[in-house]
T-cell receptor, first 113, second 116 residues
Framework: LAKTTQPISMDSYEGQEVNITCSHN???????ITWYQQFPSQGPRFIIQ???TKVTNEVASLFIPADRKSSTLSLPRVSLSDTAVYYC??????????????FGAGTILRVKS | DTGVSQNPRHKITKRGQNVTFRCDPI?????LYWYRQTLGQGPEFLTY????????KSRLLSDRFSAERPKGSFSTLEIQRTEQGDSAMYLC??????????????FGPGTRLTVL
């Protein structure tokens, strides 16, 4: 299973764009990159998933360079409610591999007013 | 609300007692996962089911732990003879497997266990 490395914490202010980068040097060909968000005393919440290039949804964008050894989660115009832990995961979603999620320690994002 | 529910939300027990947690996944989801999360750490995989079949158990799941999903719907996780080291948040997630791949896992709110 690919290991991921991401910053332990980041600080930002309301209205700013936040970019959290994750490195996964040993990513395998069939691995996808997935980001989850977790608030205290709640379960993780899916944010976005991608394989290559750029993926965008109503919440965030995910940028993946051609070598796929890193990825960047971009949160536009953050608010105080975006203060949470953000996890970057890589894994093979094919049926036979179980898709067991492997979480690291995540990045604590603190948004200030 | 993801549609995955867990009960109870909190459980306080004394060391040596047995506890059981329940997870109700999203109704059409055929995969169900259990994870454990301790303070300051990310969730760790414990076990997962495909319908009613338990397909994999982590080394973290000692003999005191047992999980079932009898009818392929809800699941229970039982811990026998609890120890203080079992104190953690127990998370359940469900997903749909189709077309040879597994889709996004949706997590419940978790059950926080405190063993005194």
């Amino acid at each position: 299973l690919a290991k991921t490395t991401q910053p332990i914490s980041m600080d930002s202010y309301e209205g700013q764009e936040v970019n959290i980068t994750c490195s996964h040097n040993n990513i395998a060909t069939n691995d996808y990159i997935t980001w989850y968000q977790q608030f205290p005393s709640q379960g993780p919440r899916f944010i976005i998933q991608g394989y290559k290039t750029k993926v965008t949804n109503e919440v965030a964008s995910l940028f993946i360079p051609a070598d796929r050894k890193s990825s960047t989660l971009s949160l536009p115009r953050v608010s105080l409610s975006d203060t949470a832990v953000y996890y970057c995961l890589v894994g093979d979603p094919r049926w036979e591999y179980g898709n067991k999620l492997v979480f690291g320690a995540g990045t604590i994002l603190r948004v200030k007013s | 609300d993801t549609g995955v529910s867990q009960n109870p939300r909190h459980k306080i027990t004394k060391r040596g007692q047995n506890v059981t947690f329940r997870c109700d996944p999203i109704s059409e989801h055929n995969r169900l996962y259990w994870y454990r999360q301790t303070l300051g750490q990310g969730p760790e995989f414990l076990t997962y089911f495909q319908n009613e079949a338990q397909l994999e158990k982590s080394r973290l799941l000692s003999d005191r732990f047992s999980a079932e999903r009898p009818k392929g719907s809800f699941s229970t996780l039982e811990i026998q003879r609890t120890e203080q080291g079992d104190s953690a948040m127990y998370l359940c997630a469900s997903s749909l497997t189709s077309g040879g791949r597994t889709d996004t896992q949706y997590f419940g709110p978790g059950t926080r266990l405190t063993v005194l």
